[in-house]
């Protein structure tokens, strides 16, 4: 209950965050206001999530990972934050038309594996403990994000494109050499690969756009 509860309040929280940051960059740079609505979305999107998962990476760091390390896993824990994260996903696809269709299917995995990590034992579960891994990994990479919506505000910031394609990179290869070490192999797992496919795609595509 508390879990969803987190959900809700963070959704709500990331949706009324649009109109203030929006307001923010209207006044306070020139490109974004010569942007349409639904590019203003998405730019807001990004650096509201760049910057959410910057938050998650630190808590998780100490919420999360000692857990993980000592093979101690805090379902309520786990669920609340897994919540937060997805939330910035949830009201994207409401709020954002514009987005790819790679971006809406990755963001339509996430919310099914949210469904998943709800319901779940993750101290015994091979398959939540590979989602949680991923999720973690995945929010690394919150410098993508955050270049994918300033480079329509502001000129000059190429080397936050360099930054952000080698941590998502890292973050990548890493993540996938984890997901293979760490896997069970059982019908659990090949359902949950099918869907993380979904999510894999939408990274190699954004890493490929990153690199060219």
């Known amino acids: 209950m508390i879990p ?8 709500i929280g990331v949706y009324f965050s649009y109109t203030h940051t929006q307001n923010y ?34 808590i998780g760091g100490f919420l999360i990972i000692p857990g993980i390390i000592h093979n101690q896993f805090d379902n309520t824990t786990i669920r609340i934050l897994a919540g937060m994260y997805v939330s910035n996903d949830f009201v994207g ?18 919310m099914i594996f949210l469904l998943i990590a709800w319901t779940v034992d993750f101290q ?4 939540g403990q590979l989602i949680l891994l991923y999720t ?7 410098p993508v994000n955050l270049y994918l919506g300033l480079r329509l505000c502001y000129n000059d910031i190429e080397w ?3 930054i952000s ?30 869907i993380l496919l979904a999510i894999v795609v939408d990274d190699l595509i954004l890493l490929n756009w990153l690199f060219k």
């Open 124 to 127: 015994t579960s091979n398959v």
């Open 25 to 58: 960059l209207k006044h306070n740079t020139v490109l974004f206001s010569t942007l349409p609505v639904n590019k203003q979305y998405y730019v807001v999107k990004n650096i509201i999530k760049g910057c959410y998962l910057a938050i998650l990476v630190i």
């Open 160 to 162: 936050l494109k360099n």
């Open 93 to 110: 696809l409401y709020k954002v038309s514009s987005l790819p269709t790679s971006t809406r299917i990755h963001h339509m995995a996430t």
């Open 165 to 194: 394609k080698y941590v998502y990179l890292l973050a990548c290869l890493v993540n996938w050499t984890v997901q293979l070490a760490w896997s069970v192999p059982d019908t659990e797992f090949y359902i949950y690969l099918t």
């Open 136 to 142: 973690y990994f995945s929010a690394l990479a919150f």
């Open 4 to 11: 969803l509860l987190v959900f809700i309040l963070s959704s």
